[in-house]
């Protein structure tokens, strides 16, 4: 089977890094990419990663690694407005689509 | 550009009725997708469509119909609605087959009674 695995619940307070980690089992992998929704609202892409890796988008950065069928997303300088669900998604064939993972509910306090 | 778009945003049915899930975009996008959404499950695939033409099944296709009329619309048929299928419905449409992003319409909110 395939599956995506990642926290359901993190908490953080404004400022601070957070990591979330997703881990999968695919039959196959073209890339992991990491989703932002918030509350009732569309998912937004934030990153992808095809090769190992470190990718930097401002204060978010995705990571990946291949040999160990591991991602994780990390966000510095936590903001309210952060506060959202964070999704990891494999495509697991080229021209197919995502297997989503069940999404991280980032809760940030003041 | 209006990118992905959705009608109607929210829809009660009763159990039994039909209606068609609309979705466009406007980017000449190639690849169309059907994602369902309900609590804790994050979003599954119920069909796609590669290209203008193709249609193909995803995770959960079962009760649901699919037509990808043209380059922008692909539309999403319940024919006989079951309280199972009370799910927000997302839209999403990618350049390419295997690119990168994603993006998502507004999402249509289902309630079958």
């Known amino acids: 089977g395939q599956s995506l695995e990642q926290p359901s619940e993190v908490t953080a307070v404004e400022g601070a890094i957070v990591q979330i980690n997703c881990t999968y089992q695919?039959?196959?992998?073209?890339?992991l990419s990491w989703y932002q929704q918030h509350d009732g609202g569309a998912p937004t892409f934030l990153s992808y990663?095809?090769?190992?890796g470190l990718e930097e988008t401002g204060r978010f950065s995705s990571f990946l690694s291949r040999s160990d069928s591991y991602g994780y997303l990390l966000l510095q300088e936590l903001q309210m407005k952060d506060s959202a669900s964070y999704f990891c998604?494999?495509?697991?064939?080229?021209?197919?689509?995502?297997?989503f993972g069940k999404g991280t509910t980032l809760s940030v306090s003041s | 550009n209006a990118g992905v778009t959705q009608t109607p945003k929210f829809q009660v049915l009763k159990t039994g009725q039909s209606m068609t899930l609309q979705c466009a975009q406007d980017?000449?996008?190639?690849?169309m997708y059907w994602y369902r959404q309900d609590p804790g499950m994050g979003l599954r695939l119920i069909y796609y469509?590669?290209?203008?033409?193709?249609?193909d099944k995803g995770e959960v296709p079962n009760g649901y119909n699919v037509s990808r009329l043209n380059k922008r619309e692909f539309s999403l048929r319940l024919e006989s609605a079951a309280p199972s299928q009370t799910s927000v419905y997302f839209c999403?449409?990618?350049?390419?087959?295997?690119?990168?992003?994603?993006?998502f319409g507004p999402g249509t909110r289902l309630t079958v009674l």
């Open positions: 998604a494999v495509a697991n064939q080229a021209g197919t689509a995502l297997i």
């Open positions: 695919t039959s196959g992998f073209y890339g």
């Open positions: 990663n095809a090769l190992d």
């Open positions: 980017m000449n996008h190639n690849s």
């Open positions: 469509s590669a290209s203008e033409g193709t249609t």
């Open positions: 999403a449409s990618i350049e390419a087959s295997g690119g990168n992003e994603q993006f």
